[in-house]
């Protein structure tokens, strides 16, 4: 009996100093891999994504909405939403209330040797009405007064209060816009060249120039759009195009 006794005593001592040994390995771990919260605001039509972890990639939001409807946005979906680095914050604008959303994502250079994405859920009630979206407004627009007609894009920057859905540059008496997104390969979907700096605030990229008619141009304007379809000009001024 005594010898059953002290065989006992010491496998709990061993694996309890196994546990503690695996302590800190975990931690470190958990540490490094952080933590991803989700928060609604605009009664459920904007979603701000955050993680504590140094570099975490967002892949996929399935998202309920409050009418019922469901749907899952990627890669390749209706709305790309994959890439972004959500430990620098990331918010994403719905066209309607969300409910809840399954936020998909992966810690880069974790620990282990295999990826190990992950899912986070956010819900929220759905009681209420959208609180109504923010007067759109662009400020600072920083462009070339004079270029050449190209195909690779002219450099163009700006500030503005919301997330852009759309940008481009009216030349007075030109058809259409000098559009900021350039096509995809599926002909009716776009992707935008302009990124957002969330550090300085600033909205930059690129604008198609390649169709614009040569020509000395006066009052040419910037127009965007974000999310909720609300539209805001902002005076650029005179525009030289060199063939």
Not at 69 to 74: C, F, N, Q, W
Not at 200 to 223: A, C, D, E
């Amino acid at each position: 009996m005594t010898r059953k006794i002290v065989h006992l005593i010491l496998s709990s001592v061993i694996i309890l100093a196994l546990l503690l040994s695996a302590l800190p390995a975990s931690r470190a771990l958990a540490a490094f891999e952080g933590v991803v919260t989700g928060k609604f605001t605009r009664n459920g039509l904007a979603l701000t994504i955050t993680s504590t972890a140094a570099y975490e990639q967002l892949w996929v939001l399935q998202i309920n909405y409050c009418d019922g409807t469901a749907e899952s946005l990627g890669r390749n979906s209706r709305r790309n939403v994959f890439g972004p680095n959500i430990s620098e914050g990331y918010t994403f604008y719905a066209e309607k209330p969300m409910q809840r959303v399954v936020i998909s994502s992966l810690p880069i250079g974790r620990l282990a040797s295999a990826p190990n994405f992950r899912s986070t859920q956010v819900r929220r009630s759905c009681g209420g009405s959208p609180n109504p979206a923010p007067n759109l407004a662009c400020h600072d627009v920083q462009v070339a007064s004079e270029f050449r007609r190209t195909f690779e894009g002219e450099p163009i920057s700006f500030t503005s209060n919301s997330r852009v859905y759309f940008a481009g540059l009216k030349f007075p008496g030109v058809d259409g816009l000098a559009s900021a997104r350039v096509a995809s390969y599926k002909a009716k979907y776009f992707a935008p060249s302009i990124q957002f700096d969330f550090k300085n605030r600033v909205w930059s990229g690129t604008f198609l120039s390649r169709h614009i008619p040569t020509g000395k141009y006066q009052h040419v304007m910037l127009v965007i759009e974000d999310v909720f379809g609300n539209q805001a000009k902002c005076p650029v001024g005179e525009i030289t195009v060199l063939p």
